[in-house]
């Protein structure tokens, strides 16, 4: 069970690092339940169980195709970050009259990329376990908007529409404002509710584990230390309509990967005295 929490932990970082891109406050770790604004007690564990329901069979099915995506994503930024190179060396070598054209040039092969990207994104999205109906939806729409947005602007570019450095700086920057920008925001709300789940399984798991007499007493507390130590990560996790901003979104998210890291030790001390534990009485 100890090297199951522990794979399971580093699911969580690979999760948060590897998807292409909150000051909470912070609350008692260790309470069960807690008040709503009508007054009602929410019982907190089940609300863990609700989010984390089934996630871990799901994950399971879904791995290979999120290994695959993730691999094909490495791919696609190589030749992304080689393209931008490239063009920035052409425009430092254009003059006057060709400023214009192989920058246009250059954005087009960038949009290319981005277009084929965000549309195996998409088909990894529709099929990402553990995410509420809300997160999936608002980022399949961010999805959707920022690929519909992409072809006119290539369209333009082939119909030589752009006639000034102008003009064409101001789509760019449209882009990015009203497509780039809510996009970036609906990903880092998926990255987030994802680890959200992942630390709802963990913290399932290990409750589990502090409640088995199959366990030493003194096993059982550590596990709680675990336990009490990962649950503060949570409420950086918890979505808020008061975080509206992917600078806030990023932030919490920073805040929840520290808390888990640290935790770590915790756990191990767990595992070690366990191993010691059956150890000693296997003699």
């Not at 063009?87 to 214009?100: E, I, K």
């Not at 399984?201 to 088995?212: G, I």
């Not at 919490?252 to 990967?257: V, W």
């Amino acid at each position: 069970m100890m090297h199951a929490m522990r794979s399971l932990i580093l699911s969580i970082f690979v999760s948060i690092l590897l998807m292409p891109a909150v000051h909470a406050q912070e609350q008692s770790s260790s309470a069960s339940s807690e008040s709503s604004g009508s007054g009602a007690v929410v019982d907190i564990w089940t609300e863990r169980a609700e989010r984390a329901e089934g996630f871990s069979s799901q994950w399971s099915r879904f791995a290979l195709v999120h290994s695959s995506w993730i691999a094909k994503w490495q791919k696609v930024r190589g030749k992304l970050l080689l393209h931008i190179d490239r063009c920035h060396d052409d425009v430092r070598s254009a003059n006057r009259d060709t400023l214009l054209p192989v920058s246009l040039q250059c954005y087009r092969g960038q949009l290319l990329i981005e277009r084929d990207a965000l549309k195996n994104e998409r088909d990894v999205i529709d099929q990402w376990p553990g995410l509420s109906a809300e997160l999936k939806t608002a980022m399949l729409a961010r999805i959707d908007a920022l690929q519909g947005a992409l072809q006119p602007i290539i369209d333009a570019i082939d119909a030589k529409v752009f006639t000034t450095l102008d003009a064409f700086r101001d789509v760019r920057e449209n882009l990015r404002t009203q497509y780039r920008q809510p996009y970036w925001f609906a990903a880092a709300q998926v990255r987030n509710g994802t680890a959200l789940t992942w630390l709802d399984a963990l913290l399932l798991s290990l409750k589990s584990a502090s409640e088995d007499t199959g366990f030493s007493e003194e096993v059982r507390q550590k596990i709680t230390d675990a336990l009490e130590c990962y649950a503060i990560a949570e409420p950086f996790l918890i979505p808020s309509e008061t975080i509206d901003s992917l600078e806030s979104l990023r932030e919490n998210l920073a805040k929840a990967s520290g808390q888990i890291a640290s935790c770590s030790p915790v756990l191990s001390e767990a595992q070690a005295l366990q191993h010691s534990s059956s150890s000693s009485s296997s003699l």
